[in-house]
Nanobody, 114 residues
């Protein structure tokens, strides 16, 4: 399994970005997909997760601003990020949580300027 994240960039506060993460392999549809982020000097934290049946959960800091979705045909998970804040600046990683192991993408940088 390989995960390829894209869509990061530089945006002003209040702006929007959409991250995408495309997966290879045949186990995408049955696994939980998630987005995590890591800011400089901080631990990696969970941002949003979506189960194979579409149940979603979000970190309190992004509720109402971010939306995670998935397309099992395209084997892609998305993170729509609206009303971005400078504190959302981080490297964002996509994750696939299978029964046997976790898979991670390479990360995409999101920078929000004030």
């Amino acid at each position: 399994v390989q995960l390829q994240a894209s869509g990061g960039g530089l945006v002003q506060a209040g702006g929007s970005l959409r991250l995408s993460c495309a997966a290879s392999g045949n186990i995408f549809s049955s696994n939980v997909m998630g987005w995590y982020r890591q800011a400089p000097g901080k631990q990696r934290e969970s941002v949003a997760r979506i189960t194979s049946t579409g149940y979603r959960n979000y970190a309190d800091s992004v509720k109402g601003r971010f939306a995670i979705s998935r397309d099992n045909v395209k084997k892609t998970v998305y993170l729509q990020m609206d009303s971005l804040k400078p504190e959302d600046t981080a490297v964002y990683y996509c994750n696939m949580a299978s029964i046997t192991k976790d898979y991670w993408g390479q990360g995409t940088q999101v920078t929000v300027s004030s």
